[in-house]
């Protein structure tokens, strides 16, 4: 396959750094040569490839923008560019190194304590071990503060009850962030894989994500040390302060998958011949291509306004959720159009469209739904909460 | 152990390369730069023999325009130790480029000095081969292997069908090879150190130029293709065609 082209119509390289440039061509690198030879093989077998967690920890991928314990402390453009190039490669992919570094490492770094930092920290950094975030319930998603999932505290330990599900990475993770109600509020634990009372179910069956794993956890009377409580994160803001880095990253991948996308389309359209000539001769292609690039283009100029907001210590929740519901919303409607202009080609594994329209579906769910977003921005607008 | 890589920085190999309007450069409009590919072999050759050592320093140097400091920020972030840019804006024929690096070069006593084999614009295989002449030093290129053995290096290269293995006393100078090793990407953690690593830049030393490239063209277009009938009927024609028209058969 041809070498991937990034589209940069606005000549938002010429703000980059020639740090924030090196760090983009490292992971452009890495993705082009050790992810994408493999991933749609990965896809089809609905497997993810761990074979590279190592090779994350050794180039900083994992907490990169987190100071100490072996990370890299990176500013937020450079972070977002490092989402956006694992993105191109494949949302899975990305969806791995966001929970590692903005639901696990986030957490512990920001509400946990000096000991649960030294001693996980500098390991999640490394990828020798790996982290889930449990919040989402069956019966509670886009309401996560009805949870039923608890905590009661007995002695010199935590007891837990519950279960959660749609958990990216739970069955390969060593520690889980599980937020859980004690006494009423909700709480965030540390529990470790072999904890008796704590099991976990591959989710199977999904048409996306398939590169990544998603799972059940299950807490039965499952008995934790009280020194594995977050003891700085009280209440419902403590995971959705999580959410909100993991949002951010989720506005950068986004426009990985639509460069990824509006690039085939690009090259598609061009070495394509009916007619007589090029597809891309013809208007109809055009508009696509147009539209894309359009679209693109706007999305980079959210992501690169909103890094700077985070770095200013500014940017608020909303801001995000904007970026997240926007870039999202259009990176798949880009992969559906580049699906479409792909004609039978596009519903093939030759070409990453496909695997990428169906990934999206789940960006698109999943760290608040559209429609929460949706609300969120409506209820920054009006005042008026829509969702209570 | 002080070693020095020398390295170019050349467009990108996936850039669309237009001609300039003088007809003898490419138009840097949009051209993407990297490290030349066979530099990067001499690069991590450099870094695994200070690795295996546990001491010694690598230096990179580069013969180019002021931006090519991000080429030489980039090797620091792999890992090399400090880096010195001399500054040329104009293209420099080989020999200048030798002349310019030997200028350096001379005072710095390293034990070592390694080039990738040729650099992948020009592909001229020339420099390393005038500065080691400049130098009076042993000059092996297109080596695929590389073992220090105190004050000697042995090397390999592949010869037609076989393999050849050299021995020349330290200092040398050594023209690296595809498949001397595995080239590493730079971490985050070397990205961000690069920052603080030294890179000095100095001013190239004004040698005459003998070579002069009088023109630069893209190699024609494909010709169309041509198709010459259909089904059992066109293939004595076919063959006719590979035969008499495109003589490859």
């Not at chain 2, 467009?11 to 001609?19: E, G, L, Q």
């Not at chain 2, 030997?102 to 005072?107: A, E, N, Y």
Request: glycine fraction near 10%; aromatic fraction near 6%.
């Amino acid at each position: 396959m041809e070498r991937f082209e990034s589209l940069d119509f606005y000549r938002i390289d010429d703000l980059l750094t020639e740090e924030q440039k090196m760090v983009r061509q490292m992971v452009r690198e890495f993705v082009d040569e050790q992810v994408l030879p493999d991933i749609e093989q990965h896809f089809m077998d609905g497997t993810f490839p761990s074979e590279i967690v190592p090779t994350l920890g050794d180039l900083g991928l994992l907490g990169a923008n987190l100071e100490g314990y072996e990370c890299a402390g990176l500013d937020s453009l450079a972070y977002g560019l490092i989402m956006q190039e694992l993105e191109r490669g494949d949302s899975g992919l990305r969806s791995f190194v966001s929970v590692q570094s903005g639901l696990v490492m986030y957490p512990i770094h920001r509400f946990g304590s000096q000991d649960q930092k030294n001693r996980f920290l500098p390991q999640l950094a490394k990828g020798s071990i790996i982290g889930c975030f449990g919040l989402t319930e069956p019966d509670y998603g886009s309401d996560p503060s009805g949870m039923i999932t608890n905590a009661v505290a007995d002695g010199d330990s935590y007891i837990l009850n519950g279960n959660k599900m749609w958990i990216t990475n739970g069955c390969v993770a060593d520690v889980a962030v599980v937020w859980a109600k004690l006494d009423g509020r909700i709480r965030g634990f540390l529990v470790e894989k072999g904890t008796p009372g704590y099991s976990t179910t591959l989710q199977e069956g999904k048409f996306s994500l398939r590169a990544s794993v998603t799972s059940e956890l299950h807490f039965q009377d499952c008995r934790i040390p009280k020194a594995n409580i977050l003891a700085d994160a009280d209440g419902l803001g403590g995971p959705l302060s999580c959410l909100t880095q993991a949002r951010y990253g989720i506005a950068w991948g986004a426009i990985g998958s639509a460069m990824a996308c509006f690039d085939c389309a690009k090259k598609y359209a061009l070495s394509r011949i009916q007619f007589g000539k090029p597809i891309g001769s013809f208007q109809l292609v055009q508009a696509k291509l147009a539209e894309m690039a359009s679209e693109i283009t706007k999305g980079q100029l959210l992501a690169l306004r909103l890094s700077q907001l985070k770095d200013a210590g500014t940017m608020t929740a909303q801001q995000v959720s904007l970026s997240k519901r926007n870039n999202v919303y259009w990176a798949l409607e880009i992969a559906r159009s580049a699906r479409d202009l792909l004609g039978a080609s596009g519903v093939t594994h030759e070409y990453p469209v496909g695997r990428h329209m169906l990934n999206l579906e789940s960006v698109k769910t999943y760290e608040g739904t559209h429609d929460i977003h949706t609300l969120i921005l409506g209820h920054e607008i009006t005042g008026i909460p829509a969702y209570k | 152990m002080k070693i020095a890589v020398c390295l170019k920085r050349v467009p990108d190999t996936a850039t669309r390369v237009r001609i300039g309007g003088d007809g003898k450069s490419i138009d840097p409009a949009d051209v993407q730069y990297i490290i030349s590919p066979y530099d990067e072999f001499a690069l991590e050759e450099a870094l695994l023999i200070r690795e295996k050592a546990g001491e010694g320093e690598v230096t990179v140097i580069t013969v180019g325009p002021e931006a090519a400091s991000k080429e030489v920020r980039t090797a620091l972030g792999i890992g090399a130790d400090a880096g010195v840019i001399i500054q040329a804006e104009v293209a420099l024929d080989p020999r200048q480029i030798a002349c310019a690096l030997v200028g350096v070069l001379k005072d710095r006593g390293d034990d070592l000095i390694l080039f990738g084999r040729q650099s992948v614009d020009s592909q001229g295989a020339q420099v390393a081969a005038l500065v080691a002449r400049e130098m009076s030093l042993p000059f092996v290129n297109d080596i695929i292997s590389l073992e220090i053995d105190g004050a000697k290096v042995r090397v390999g290269r592949d010869t037609d069908g076989g393999r050849e293995v050299i021995e020349c006393p330290l200092p040398a100078i050594l023209g690296c090879d595809k498949g001397l090793n595995d080239p590493r990407y730079p971490s985050l953690k070397g990205i961000m150190a690069a920052r603080k690593k030294p890179v000095e830049t100095v001013e190239a030393q004004p040698v005459e130029a003998s070579l002069e490239t009088i023109e630069l063209s893209l190699p024609p277009a494909r010709p169309e293709g041509k198709i010459v009938g259909e089904g059992p009927d066109a293939v004595s024609e076919l063959v006719r065609l590979l035969r008499e028209e495109a003589k490859v058969i």
